[in-house]
């Protein structure tokens, strides 16, 4: 999803919650798209951490991969997360992702705006 795309889902988003000042909630949805972005378009190396179900035994849990992008992540992490699951990369659906982490020293911090 580019940032348009996500723009205009969450503009979707805020128009079907009457309980929403809609100008102030694009403007907040607007800053932590361009802050996603100019994350993901520095090139460096994050943790992204996806929620996944393993369609064989039906179980949901969640993995991380270290990428320069979420495309890369998405690409790299279903054969990981097959071989640790004992599964074929078949029966692995890559779900959310839930974190962006940045690695600072020898820890790994949430980006501020980075999760979905």
């Known amino acids: 999803m580019n940032k348009q ?16 000042n809609y ?11 361009n802050r996603l972005t100019s994350i993901e378009d520095s090139n ?17 849990s969640e993995f991380s991969q270290m990428a320069t992008s979420r495309e890369e992540a998405e690409t790299l992490i279903i054969p990981r997360i097959a071989d640790l699951e004992f599964a074929g990369p078949e029966d692995i659906v890559l779900g959310d992702l839930i974190s962006i982490s940045k690695k600072v020293g020898d820890n790994y911090i949430a980006c501020e705006g980075c999760a979905s």
Not at 23 to 33: P, S, Y
Request: charged share 30%.
């Open 5 to 20: 795309q996500l723009l205009d889902h969450m503009k979707d988003l805020i128009k079907n919650s009457p309980d929403i």
């Open 23 to 33: 100008d102030q909630a694009v403007e907040d949805c607007m800053n932590l798209v």
């Open 44 to 60: 460096e190396t994050l943790r992204y951490t996806f929620e996944y179900i393993n369609k064989s035994n039906g179980e949901m």
